[in-house]
């Protein structure tokens, strides 16, 4: 029974190049979150998708930034012209319904920009 | 507003007992525990919800105390095992959608 998928684990980017980061949820998971981790700090929540939908994402940078979650498919995470600043990493979660207390967590995608 | 960890680091050796402390200057709905290894994917540990109803596993326990908008999680004998990073986050309902987490206690457990 396969967790959360997310690939790559590693992308390194040039400054102004895109970052397409992908999140397959647990099997039966219809819900998902994209957190992002600077170095030493918390996970900062960015956005809450449902198949399809955008339910949240007042955690997202107002440019630059987008997200899906289409009916069929990975979630995909969308960095536009990244800068240094955008050096994280990026982790994905999954539940199977909004009532759910426990999300499980991907290994996440580390993103250097040089 | 991010909820606040303490202490941001520990030291303690196998057997030893430690406390991680979460507070937050809004009123809490529910309490999450994660616990993070080094270069892997956050793991979920407890929940608390308002009201007194807690939910968890393995021999870790917590404390939610809604007056004092707190929450403490508590390792006792501890193991190797528990190193880590134990970050608290706090949900607007008993869910575990759009957590706001702290920064994370780094616990480390030498032999």
Known sequence: NAGVMQNPRHLVRRRGQEARLRCSPMKGHSHVYWYRQLPEEGLK?????????????????KERFSAEFPKEGPSILRIQQVVRGDSAAYFCASSPDRGA?????????????? | QQPVQSPQAVILREGEDAVINCSSSKALYSVHWYRQKHGEAPVFLMILLKGGEQKGHEKISASFNEKKQQSSLYLTASQLSYSGTYFCGTGRSGSARQLTFGSGTQLTVLP
């Open chain 1, 45 to 61: 929540f960015m956005v809450y998708l449902q198949k399809e939908n955008i339910i949240d994402e007042s955690g997202m940078p």
């Open chain 1, 101 to 114: 207390t426990e999300a499980f967590f991907g290994q996440g995608t580390r993103l250097t920009v040089v």
